[in-house]
């Protein structure tokens, strides 16, 4: 399952993000694109937290809210499964992806990049993560 993990979650250590709104964000947006789909069993915490090398509470924390929100559902004896999702399609998958968006559109700001220079860099990022 470590192999499995490594590829399903990927943290940025050095972002300002804490690791587990990190996972939060990533079990929505794999949960709204359809990877991960309802009934599906997620890696243990301890899983988890050895594939990166984090602290298993950071990745109960993760697990805990996302079960809080509706998105998991703790099975006895099996774990956290995805939970049968509401009707969202594209409009849930657009709002999961605003705040990231949104976050680069600050840093370009920031970095007082021109909006043709900016969209320029996104399609090139759009066609390297093909």
């Known amino acids: 399952m470590t192999e ?3 590829q399903l979650f990927a943290i940025t250590t050095g972002s300002p993000e804490p690791i587990y709104r990190q996972l939060i964000e990533q079990v ?3 949960a ?3 990877v991960l789909a309802p009934g599906d069993t997620l ?5 988890v937290a050895g594939a990166l090398a984090v602290n298993p509470m ?5 697990y805990n809210l996302l079960e809080m ?6 099975i006895r004896g099996q774990g956290m499964q995805v939970a049968q999702r509401k009707a969202g399609g594209r409009r849930e998958r657009e709002a999961l992806l605003r705040p990231a968006l949104e ?3 600050r840093e370009a700001r920031q970095l007082e990049l021109d909006d043709h220079t900016i969209l320029e860099l996104f399609k090139q990022v759009l066609k390297e993560a093909k």
């Open 28 to 30: 929505k947006r794999l």
């Open 43 to 47: 890696p243990s915490v301890r899983d």
């Open 4 to 6: 499995h993990t490594a």
């Open 103 to 105: 976050r680069a559109a």
């Open 69 to 74: 929100d509706g998105a998991l559902e703790r």
């Open 58 to 62: 950071t990745v109960s924390k993760a």
């Open 32 to 34: 709204a694109a359809g």
